[in-house]
């Protein structure tokens, strides 16, 4: 499978984040775009499937094409952009700044909250004809969906809201996971089952994703799910997403540029150093 050691990967980490701070405004907005797009594809599917079958586990092995389609294509997540474009900040690469950091993720950002609204409205148009029947079981399952994870966190404050926070956490933690496994290897078939397995984790655990959530609570609003767009944003993706945040950078990319990239020298090597200063 062509492996690769940790200090070889977390450095092609840092080079992927300086890559993306200056990839250009179009290519940026696009491959944003088609990353959201892809994924919310991916979550209609596993939802369809999950709703049809009754397996949440069949649906979970499944979800992870997409991640692994839009990877291949080298198309972005906000998710990943969280984990990997800061580290080619705190490394100080030539022209890797803050300013670069926003427009980064600000640019991300908008491109698959696009992706994924344009996939809501496809994916309600065609359950419903145009919006002249009713969308079936599935439409009632997105609707369950979106007001339980909404109105669900709402009714329990504060706690809520840290709850959704830390599933938001989780989520990155196993996804950023995903994105630098694949790293690990040079081979398509070892970089997709690195990825699929903690991608089927988060799915079946019901962490929090928020590229996921800009289709999928869109998406219930339209099926007729019972809650407003201030409610969805408050109670589910501005925690999502601060956790996302937090996942990623904290839990995979700095643990990993810490102690790989900047890896300290072991005791015997030090121990060896002074031998030779003390022999002159």
């Given at each position: 499978m062509a492996y690769l050691e940790p200090s070889e990967f977390a450095t092609k980490m840092v080079d992927s984040g300086e890559q993306k701070i200056f990839m250009s405004t179009k290519d940026t907005y696009i491959r944003a775009f088609m990353a959201g797009a892809i994924l919310a594809l991916a979550a209609f599917f596993a939802i369809t499937v999950i709703t049809k079958t009754g397996s949440v586990i069949l649906g979970a092995c499944l979800f992870p094409v997409g991640f692994i389609m839009l990877y291949l294509m080298k198309f972005d997540l906000l998710t990943g952009v969280f984990t990997l474009v800061p580290l080619?900040?705190?490394?100080?690469?030539?022209?890797?700044?803050?300013?670069?950091?926003?427009?980064?993720?600000?640019?991300?950002?908008?491109?698959?909250?696009?992706?994924?609204?344009?996939?809501?409205f496809f994916a309600s148009f065609i359950l419903t004809y145009g919006y002249q029947i009713d969308g079936g079981a599935v439409a009632e399952k997105v609707s369950a969906i979106g007001e339980s994870r909404t109105l669900g966190y709402k009714e329990q404050g504060v706690l809520g809201w840290m709850t959704i926070f830390i599933r938001g956490m989780l989520c990155n933690w196993m996804v950023s996971m995903g994105v630098v496994g694949a790293m690990i290897s040079t081979s398509a078939g070892s970089k997709m089952a690195a990825m699929w397995m903690p991608i089927m984790l988060f799915f079946y655990m019901a962490f929090e994703h928020s590229i996921v959530n800009m289709f999928l609570f869109p998406f219930s609003m339209i099926m007729g799910g019972d809650f407003t767009i201030m409610e969805y944003i408050i109670w589910n993706e501005l925690p999502t997403a601060l956790g996302n945040l937090v996942g990623g950078f904290l839990l995979v990319g700095l643990p990993l540029y810490l102690t790989h990239v900047k890896e300290s020298k072991s005791k015997k090597t030090k121990a060896a150093e002074g031998s030779a200063v003390a022999a002159l």
């Open positions: 080619a900040v705190i490394d100080k690469r030539p022209g890797c700044t803050m300013n670069e950091l926003w427009r980064n993720w600000g640019l991300v950002f908008i491109g698959n909250l696009s992706g994924a609204l344009m996939v809501a």
